[in-house]
């Protein structure tokens, strides 16, 4: 076997890294649309869903930055991180701005759905809106449970794996209303308090899907 030559380079097959807050709901929508539209992926493994316990907006964006700068990442990789907004109880509004700023640093891509994940899926039923203080909040006061059960999803729960086969078919609206969803609240908005974590109703879930798919063609 030739030996390597000095000051030769190993080239690196360039991966799109995506790291996720939710242990199953966000992984189990992302799998989904890659068996969907990119089934391919199985083969070249260029869309990688990291499988991490870190579950916070910060750690999050730390453990892409500690992937993004090890030796087996490439230079032309992408880093994206997927957290939710939660409630400002739980998440203040200081360490969303340390997390963003440290991300955008780093050129690591931020997906933030606020108040979370879920208002992606509504507005693949649904135009929305509405603000809400919490994920109990939307399940309660939203339409998401109830179309949901027109869908044959009686009893939603987190990571339910059924959930991306019954909302798939509205993906393309899903797309469209949210574009449209964070327009209208960023018009909304009090002047200067345009970070997503501060837009209400806000996700950007199609920025990533849209991401993935100029990825993979390009790797093919």
Request: one cysteine or more; aromatic letters at 8%; hydrophobic letters at 35%.
């Amino acid at each position: 076997m030739p030996k390597k030559r000095k000051g030769q380079t190993r080239l690196l097959k360039s991966i799109l890294h995506v790291y996720c807050e939710g242990e199953k709901t966000e992984p189990n929508y992302l799998n989904g649309y890659l068996d969907e539209f990119h089934s391919g992926n199985r083969t070249l493994k260029v869309i990688r869903i990291a499988d991490t316990n870190k579950n916070t907006p910060k750690q999050l964006v730390e453990e892409a930055i500690k992937k993004k700068k090890s030796h087996d990442s490439g230079v032309n990789d992408q880093f994206w991180v997927v957290y939710d907004r939660e409630a400002t109880d739980k998440y203040s509004n200081e360490l969303h701005s340390q997390s963003l700023t440290k991300a955008r640093a780093n050129k690591i891509n931020v997906v933030l759905s606020n108040v979370c994940f879920e208002v992606w899926i509504l507005l693949h039923f649904i135009p929305s809106v509405a603000p809400y203080r919490s994920c109990d909040d939307l399940l309660k006061s939203s339409k998401l449970k109830q179309k949901l059960k027109e869908k044959g999803i009686l009893n939603y729960e987190k990571g339910d794996v059924a959930v991306y086969e019954a909302i798939a078919p509205g993906i393309a609206e899903a797309r469209a209303r949210a574009k449209k969803m964070n327009i209208r609240t960023l018009n909304d908005s009090i002047q200067g308090n345009d970070s997503p974590y501060l837009l209400n109703p806000y996700t950007n879930v199609h920025e990533l899907l849209d991401a993935i798919d100029a990825f993979v063609v390009e790797q093919e």
